[in-house]
C-alpha cells in the first residue's frame, strides 16, 4: 500500500473537505442537476414553443436552478415537473395529459414513500444525453436499496417520452389526415403517444437491462464476499451489455455496439471511482473474530477501512488505529 500512500492521502483529505463543506456542495450538486435538466427540457421541448416565452430565459432557468439548490431534492423534482408539464402544455394538449399522469402515477406510486432516491430520477435525463445512462443503476444499486431501479424506470421513462413529444410534434401540432381539432383527432393523438412508447422495443429493452443491473449491484454488493463492491459492479456492467445484445439479437434493434459498449466502459470506470470514496477497505487485514456470552457464540468478520495517517502527529487529523473500533463489519 505504499506505494499508494498518495492517493489515499488524497482521499482522506477530500472526504474530510467533503464533511466541513456538506451543505455547499451539496446545493452546488443539486444547482447542476437542476440546471442541467432545465436547459435540456428547453432543447428538446422550450425552443418549439412561443418565440419569447419566458421558460427560454437562460436567466430564468439559473433562478430556478438555485432555488432548487435550496430545496430537498424532492421539491426540487416537483418544480422541474412543473416546467415540463407547462413546456408540453404550450405544445400538445395530450402530450401533457399523459405526462401528468406519468408524474401521478410517480407519486403515488414511488416517491411518496421513497423521496432520498428522487435525484436518480434527476440524474438519468442528464445522463442520457452524456450516454452515462448506464452508469445510473450502478449508483443507485451501490448507494440505495433495491426499490431504487424503480426510480431509474421512471427517469428513463420521462427522457424516453420528452424524445418521443419533440420527434412526434409535426403530427401533433398540425391535423393530421385533414381532421380539425375535434375528438376523433385528439384520440388519434393520444393513441400515437401511448403506442410509441409501449411499441418502442428499445426501451423496453433498455429498461430490462438497467433495472435488473440496479437490483443485481445491490444485492451482490451486500455478499459476504471479499471484493463484494468491485464485483457488484462488474456484474451490473456484463449484465447491462448482455441484456442489451439479447435484446437486439430477439428484435432487431439496431443499437450502436461501440456507442453501447463505449458508454458502458466509462461508466464502470466512473461507478469504481465512485466505489473508492464511498467503499475502501483493505482485503489483506480481515479478522475474523470469535466472542461468546452465555446463550451464543458469535463469529464476525472484520474488514478495516483503508486508512492513511499523517507522519508528522500535529498535522493528523485521524485518530490512530485501536483495534476492533477501526474494523468495520462486513457490508453482507
Known amino acids: 500500500m505504499n506505494s499508494n500512500t498518495g492517493i489515499y492521502v488524497l482521499r482522506e483529505n477530500l472526504i474530510q473537505f467533503y464533511k466541513r463543506q456538506e451543505f455547499l456542495l451539496l446545493s452546488v450538486f443539486r444547482f447542476a442537476v437542476?440546471?442541467?435538466?432545465?436547459?435540456?427540457?428547453?432543447?428538446?421541448?422550450?425552443?418549439?414553443?412561443?418565440?419569447g416565452a419566458a421558460l427560454n430565459s437562460t436567466l430564468l432557468n439559473v433562478i430556478l436552478a438555485l432555488v432548487c439548490s435550496l430545496l430537498p431534492t424532492g421539491f426540487s423534482a416537483g418544480i422541474i415537473g412543473l416546467v415540463l408539464v407547462w413546456d408540453l402544455y404550450r405544445l400538445s394538449l395530450e402530450a401533457t395529459a399523459i405526462c401528468a399522469a406519468l408524474i401521478l402515477v410517480c407519486l403515488l406510486v414511488y416517491f411518496r414513500f421513497s423521496p432520498r432516491d428522487t435525484m436518480i430520477l434527476l440524474l438519468m435525463p442528464?445522463?442520457?444525453?452524456?450516454?452515462?445512462?448506464?452508469?445510473?443503476?450502478?449508483?443507485?444499486?451501490?448507494?440505495?436499496?433495491?426499490?431504487?431501479?424503480?426510480?431509474?424506470?421512471?427517469?428513463?421513462?420521462?427522457?424516453?417520452?420528452?424524445?418521443?413529444?419533440?420527434?412526434?410534434?409535426?403530427?401533433?401540432?398540425?391535423?393530421?389526415?385533414?381532421?380539425?381539432?375535434?375528438?376523433?383527432?385528439?384520440?388519434?393523438?393520444?393513441?400515437?403517444l401511448v403506442d410509441g412508447m409501449v411499441n418502442d422495443k428499445s426501451l423496453v429493452i433498455l429498461a430490462a437491462a438497467l433495472a435488473a443491473a440496479a437490483i443485481a449491484v445491490c444485492f451482490t454488493r451486500r455478499l459476504a464476499i471479499e471484493y463484494a463492491w468491485v464485483i457488484a459492479i462488474t456484474v451490473g456492467c456484463i449484465l447491462e451489455l448482455i441484456i442489451l445484445l439479447a435484446g437486439d439479437m430477439r428484435y432487431g434493434t439496431e443499437i450502436d455496439l461501440a456507442h453501447v459498449f463505449l458508454g458502458i466502459v466509462i461508466s464502470f470506470m466512473l461507478a469504481q471511482i465512485v466505489r473508492f470514496f464511498t467503499f475502501n477497505v483493505d482485503y489483506l487485514r480481515i479478522e475474523n473474530v470469535q466472542f461468546e456470552d452465555e446463550d451464543y457464540y458469535y463469529y464476525v468478520k472484520a474488514v478495516p477501512k483503508v486508512m492513511v495517517y499523517s507522519s508528522d502527529p500535529e498535522d493528523d487529523e485521524f485518530d490512530p488505529p485501536s483495534g476492533e473500533d477501526d474494523a468495520e463489519d462486513y457490508e453482507g
Open 34 to 51: 437542476s440546471l442541467a435538466v432545465l436547459l435540456l427540457l428547453r432543447g428538446h421541448l422550450g425552443i418549439h414553443g412561443p418565440a
Open 126 to 192: 442528464v445522463a442520457y444525453a452524456l450516454n452515462l445512462h448506464y452508469l445510473v443503476p450502478l449508483l443507485a444499486g451501490l448507494m440505495f436499496g433495491p426499490g431504487a431501479a424503480v426510480a431509474v424506470l421512471f427517469g428513463l421513462l420521462f427522457t424516453k417520452y420528452v424524445l418521443l413529444v419533440e420527434g412526434s410534434l409535426p403530427v401533433l401540432a398540425a391535423p393530421a389526415g385533414g381532421l380539425a381539432l375535434t375528438g376523433e383527432r385528439l384520440i388519434a393523438n393520444f393513441r400515437l
